[in-house]
């Protein structure tokens, strides 16, 4: 039972590269979103799926696509680099909204942008 | 809005001291109540929850209470061990699909 699965751990892209972090879940939850980690700011959400089919944003939503076409994939999708998005990254998902019950977590993506 | 808010730590506690990291929420309806932890180097982790007032939260010796008439769900540990060191992070539910986590309090606990 792998959970959560994010690829990569690490990654350091330059300024105005794009790239594609990789969140995947085996445990057929609807629920998934993508948060970031900064120090001294906690979690702040930038998008979430409550299903196949359906986005919205989050908080800090700029700078980042992301689509859902099956329940198990939920890649972010970096449009242009800036140091700004230098953090890192968390997948969750859940079973329901996460708000009863809860989410399930992946162990990160640290990104470096220079 | 809705907000939650944790003590700063960090916090620095000897094995075996008793632990209290609090967290209060802002009372927009009735919301569920989580604490997770963080590894340091991993993701989180889900620890404890409780749904409704007067609910108790438990796991792996952790506590937490939610006390409706004080917005508060602090969490708590009779007897801490080294392997407890963690990032330790409240977070609320919302009535719009999203859970809002507070800002972390680091727990360090020295032999």
């Known amino acids: 039972n792998a959970g959560v699965t994010q690829t990569p751990k690490f990654q350091v892209l330059k300024t105005g590269q794009s790239m594609t972090l990789q969140c995947a879940q085996d445990?057929?939850?609807?629920?998934m979103s993508w948060y970031r980690q900064d120090p001294g700011m906690g979690l702040r959400l930038i998008h979430y799926s409550v299903g196949a089919g359906i986005t919205d944003q989050g908080e800090v939503p700029n700078g980042y696509n992301v689509s859902r076409s099956t329940t198990e994939d939920f890649p972010l999708r970096l449009l242009s680099a800036a140091p700004s998005q230098t953090s890192v990254y968390f997948c969750?998902?859940?079973f329901g909204t996460g708000e009863k019950y809860g989410y399930t977590f992946g162990s990160g993506t640290r990104l470096t942008v220079v | 809005g809705d907000s939650v808010t944790q003590m700063e730590g960090p916090v620095t506690l000897s094995e075996e001291a008793f632990l209290t990291i609090n967290c209060t929420y802002t009372a927009t309806g009735y919301p569920s109540l989580f604490w997770y932890v963080q590894y340091p180097g991993e993701g989180l982790q889900l620890l404890l929850k409780a749904t409704k007032a007067d609910d108790k939260g438990s796991n792996k010796g952790f506590e937490a209470t939610y006390r409706k008439e004080t917005t508060s769900f602090h969490l708590e540990k009779g007897s801490v061990q080294v392997s407890d060191s963690a990032v330790y992070f409240c977070?609320?539910?919302?009535?719009?699909?999203?859970?809002?986590f507070g800002p972390g309090t680091s727990l360090s606990v020295i032999p």
């Open positions: 969750a998902s859940s």
């Open positions: 977070a609320r539910g919302t009535s719009y699909d999203k859970v809002i």
């Open positions: 445990m057929n939850h609807e629920y």
